[in-house]
């Protein structure tokens, strides 16, 4: 399986924007709603896109970690992920050396947690 996601070429937001149209359909419900949170994945060093010292609550403070915020389909009948936005900190988006050497996309902005969650859609 890790091989296969590894080498396999597709459209990440065209499979995001299937899986959330397939979920809204097998979980409809007039109750139901948008959650959103974050979670921190810790890193080893700075070569990931936006791996910065900060905070996560998955590491119980402040440490070198890579930050997602998450946006989940909430009903009575269950719940799943359907967007996700990498965080970056204010320091990290005017930052163009690193962003070459990461890999990170050239259109990069830096947006408080809250606003990054509004994004996702």
Same mark, same amino acid.
């Given at each position: 399986m890790q091989h296969f996601l590894a080498s396999a070429v597709w459209d990440h937001d065209a499979v995001r924007d299937h899986f959330a149209c397939w979920t809204a359909a097998q979980l409809a419900d007039e109750l139901?709603? /948008? +959650?959103?949170?974050?979670?921190?994945d810790e890193k080893s060093s700075t070569d990931a896109?936006?791996?910065? @010292?900060?905070?996560?609550g998955a590491l119980?403070?402040?440490?070198?970690c890579q930050v997602?915020?998450? /946006? +989940?389909?909430v009903t009575a009948a269950g719940h799943a992920l359907i967007d996700?936005?990498?965080?970056?900190? @204010?320091d990290w988006v005017p930052d163009d050396e690193r962003r070459e050497l990461t890999g990170g996309p050239d259109d990069l902005?830096?947006?408080?947690?809250?606003?990054?969650?509004?994004?996702v859609s």
């Open positions: 139901s709603v /948008l +959650a959103v949170d974050e979670t921190g896109v936006g791996a910065a @010292r900060q905070y996560s119980g403070g402040v440490g070198l997602a915020v998450h /946006l +989940a389909y996700r936005a990498l965080y970056l900190t @204010r902005t830096f947006a408080t947690k809250p606003p990054a969650g509004r994004r």
